[in-house]
């Protein structure tokens, strides 16, 4: 599913314009974004949490070369999924 299905499906269901659930969707991803980059979680009781994990310094291998390379430290995102969600997908 694109983001422009993601918006017509929202649409459809909420009863909104597609211009109207195109901004709440934007305007939801805006809020989940600002509010990682401030090192906080966004949790949805039953649905999940969106948080993110330090990732250290590693060592890789160029795959085109062989070569060893360091991999940066990185803050990255990621996402538990909730009890609720998990039984609606089993």
Not at 15 to 37: C, E, F, Y
Not at 62 to 83: D, H, L, M, W
């Amino acid at each position: 599913m694109t983001k422009q299905d993601f918006v017509d499906a929202v649409a459809d269901r909420a009863g909104l314009t597609k211009r109207d659930a195109g901004a709440a969707v934007d305007a939801t991803l805006d809020v989940i974004t600002s509010t990682l980059q401030s090192g906080d979680a966004v949790t949805f009781t039953g649905f999940g949490k969106f948080h993110t994990t330090r990732r250290s310094e590693r060592q890789g291998v160029n795959p085109r070369t062989g070569q060893p390379v360091t991999i940066k430290a990185a803050t990255v995102p990621k996402f538990s999924a909730g009890s609720q969600l998990k039984k609606a997908v089993n």
